[in-house]
């Protein structure tokens, strides 16, 4: 199985500030037609996960252009320009080059 | 607008099988991979299988593939796991997730609410 690892794992913010958060997986996610098979998600408390970033570096529907993802092959960035009071919670990488999918251990984004 | 509603909370004890459906509304339910995942308590994420509406092909997580089942209903446009053999660390929310396979994205574009399941003697 493909090991995804995130860092940090908390991610203490100032509103108005950037932010960072990186994903490492064990297999490069760089599948032969060009695409890196990549996602970010945000889990708010008590909700389900919401897509925000697909195929690495691609806004999801309605995302706010705060965030960006970047990366190819193995490591990867999520980056917010300027966090917002909205923003707080866990954030996911996952692949799904292969199955089994699996999932980063998740990044706590606080204010 | 797409929607998946998923069956209400469970809680059975060690040893029982559990149900959990997934209704999908607002697209063509065949169309998109149903996919099931898993978040125990204060645990990552994980992945536990799909199945294809359109065929009824499953893939499962070899974790998972000895105690779990998936069907669909295509007729009722919903999808269905079971559990068996159940133990307290299976006591999570099971989530369902829509495959965006459909634009050649493979993310999980739409997920169910949740739903929690315990499991305690």
């Known amino acids: 199985d493909i090991v995804m690892t995130q860092s940090p794992l908390s991610l203490p913010v100032t509103p108005g500030e950037p932010a960072s958060i990186f994903c490492r997986s064990s297999?490069?996610?760089?599948?032969?037609?060009?695409?890196?098979?990549l996602h970010w998600y945000l889990q708010k408390p008590g909700q389900a996960p919401q897509l925000l970033i697909y195929l690495g570096s691609i806004r999801a529907s309605g995302v706010p252009d705060r965030f960006s993802g970047s990366g190819s092959g193995t490591d990867f960035t999520l980056r917010i320009s300027r966090v917002e009071a909205e923003d707080v919670g866990i954030y996911y990488c996952?692949?799904?080059?292969?199955?089994?999918?699996?999932f980063g251990q998740g990044t706590k984004l606080e204010i | 607008q797409v929607q998946l509603v998923q069956s209400g909370a469970e809680v059975r004890k060690p040893g029982a099988s559990v149900s959990i459906s997934c209704k999908a509304s607002?697209?063509?339910?065949?169309?998109?991979?149903m996919n099931w995942v898993r978040q125990a308590p204060g645990q990552r994420l994980e992945w536990m299988g799909w199945?294809?509406?359109?065929?009824?092909?499953?893939r499962y997580s070899l974790k998972f593939q000895d105690r779990v089942t998936f069907t669909r209903d295509t007729s009722a446009s919903t999808a269905y796991m079971y559990l068996n053999r159940l133990t307290a660390e299976d006591t999570a929310v099971y989530f369902c997730?829509?495959?965006?396979?459909?634009?050649?994205?493979?993310?999980?574009?739409?997920w169910g609410q949740g739903t929690p399941v315990t499991v305690s003697s």
């Open positions: 997730a829509r495959l965006n396979a459909l634009t050649k994205h493979y993310d999980l574009d739409y």
């Open positions: 297999q490069s996610l760089l599948y032969s037609n060009g695409d890196n098979y």
């Open positions: 199945v294809i509406p359109a065929s009824g092909d499953t």
């Open positions: 607002g697209y063509t339910f065949t169309d998109f991979i």
């Open positions: 996952m692949h799904t080059v292969e199955t089994p999918y699996t």
